[in-house]
T-cell receptor
Framework: DGGITQSPKYLFRKEGQNVTLSCEQN?????MYWYRQDPGQGLRLIYY???????QKGDIAEGYSVSREKKESFPLTVTSAQKNPTAFYLC???????????????FGPGTRLTVT | GQQVMQIPQYQHVQEGEDFTTYCNSS?????IQWYKQRPGGHPVFLIQ?????EVKKQKRLTFQFGEAKKNSSLHITATQTTDVGTYFC????????????FGTGTRLQVFP
């Protein structure tokens, strides 16, 4: 059964702690993405990766870090430097653009992070 | 920076009424995609429009891409309670990037 998994679904942390969110896909997609969604708002891109061992900052990368050591995995670390980390985090993957064609993104179920 | 705005932000309709959401980009887009997010869920891809002036239909949903490739719309005919959710447009600004810029979304509530 192909898809994207994110774990855990809910995560609670104390302020000042780093926390890593997991994202795994078995769709054989080259591209992976992390978005942040705040209540009643759209999706804002944190980081994306179009190939293993390479990633690019999105619009709100400050206070976050990522790695892409394997095609299937794209973990996101929310560091203590992130001022307002409480949010819903969505991971997505897609095929990469090719010959002018572009492809839809498949989203995981999300992780709801609460930092107090 | 590049922005994609959607209006309205919220729409409440009676079941059976029509609904339209509009998406406007500050820059020309190479293509545009539409996603639906049910309450408590994650975005799910609906459709992609690529050509200037393109119109596509999926049952009661009609999608349009503007002639200048800077705006798009989604129209739902005769809404049903299953249409409840937030609809996002997402634009690609370049042919050689996977990066999408998501719109602000329109939340649709349908009353039976």
């Amino acid at each position: 059964d192909g898809g994207i998994t994110q774990s855990p679904k809910y995560l609670f942390r104390k302020e000042g702690q780093n926390v890593t969110l997991s994202c795994e896909q078995n769709l054989n997609h080259d591209a992976m993405y992390w978005y942040r969604q705040d209540p009643g708002q759209g999706l804002r891109l944190i980081y994306y990766s179009q190939i293993v061992n390479d990633f690019q900052k999105g619009d709100i990368a400050e206070g976050y870090s990522v790695s892409r050591e394997k095609k299937e995995s794209f973990p996101l670390t929310v560091t203590s430097a992130q001022k307002n980390p409480t949010a819903f985090y969505l991971c997505a993957s897609s095929r990469t653009v090719s010959g002018g064609d572009s492809y839809e993104q498949y989203f995981g179920p999300g992780t709801r992070l609460t930092v107090t | 920076g590049q922005q994609v705005m959607q209006i309205p932000q919220y729409q409440h309709v009676q079941e059976g009424e029509d609904f339209t959401t509009y998406c406007n980009s500050s820059t020309t887009l190479s293509n545009i995609q539409w996603y639906k997010q049910r309450p408590g869920g994650h975005p799910v891809f609906l459709i992609q429009l690529v050509k200037s002036g393109e119109v596509k239909k999926q049952k009661r949903l009609t999608f349009q891409f503007g002639e200048a490739k800077k705006n798009s719309s989604l129209h739902i005919t005769a809404t049903q309670t299953t249409d409840v959710g937030t609809y996002f447009c997402a634009g690609r600004v370049s042919y050689n990037t996977d990066k999408l810029i998501f719109g602000t979304g329109t939340r649709l509530q349908v009353f039976p």
